[in-house]
């Protein structure tokens, strides 16, 4: 019985002292997400220039890329929004990775030897509005110091 309550007294101590620091660092995190995409190909993006994100924050500028513009098929218009692009997968492509060395190639194809050594995140969506069945398209993130670009099928 006393084994269980020092358990308890040990964890509520972890947890309250972990508590400040998130605190300290949810400030950075939240200035990082205010700054909004830039479409294309980053300019400077190396290994020494670029700036890890987070799944959330790849995500999240991926999803403020894709879903917008307007829709129109078979004479309807449809607003595109986060809920009807789906998200599919999302992969951390790296130079190194083996699942991603074809991610890769087709990164390498849209903004060329820039993004080489730089560590990118790729997120296939499905296009619920399209009649066709099996609509994807992928965009890649990546991060420098300054800003989050978002590239690919757009």
């Known amino acids: ?22 605190a300290a660092c949810a400030p950075a995190q939240r200035a990082s997400a205010v700054v909004p995409p830039r479409i294309g ?5 190396t ?9 959330a924050e790849a995500l999240g500028a991926a999803r403020r890329i894709v879903a917008r513009g307007i829709e129109s098929n078979q004479g309807r218009r449809e ?22 060395k074809g991610l890769a190639k087709l990164a390498h194809r849209y903004c060329g030897d820039r993004i080489a050594a ?8 499905h296009d619920t509005l399209s009649v066709l069945c099996c609509v994807t398209q992928t965009v890649f993130v990546a991060a420098t110091r300054e800003h989050v670009y978002v590239f690919g099928e757009l």
Do not use: H
């Not at 006393?2 to 964890?11: D, E």
């Not at 190909?41 to 993006?45: A, D, E, G, R």
């Not at 607003?79 to 991603?100: A, C, H, K, M, Y």
């Open 1 to 22: 019985m006393m084994r269980g309550r020092r358990l308890i007294v040990a964890v509520l101590v972890a947890v309250a002292g972990a508590a400040p620091l998130g």
């Open 41 to 45: 190909c980053p300019k400077n993006l």
């Open 47 to 55: 290994g020494y220039t670029a700036r890890p994100l987070t799944l």
């Open 79 to 100: 607003r595109r929004t986060p809920e009807n692009q789906e998200v599919l997968e999302v992969i951390l492509v790296t130079p190194f990775s083996p699942d991603g």
């Open 118 to 125: 730089a560590t990118l995140w790729a997120v296939t969506f």
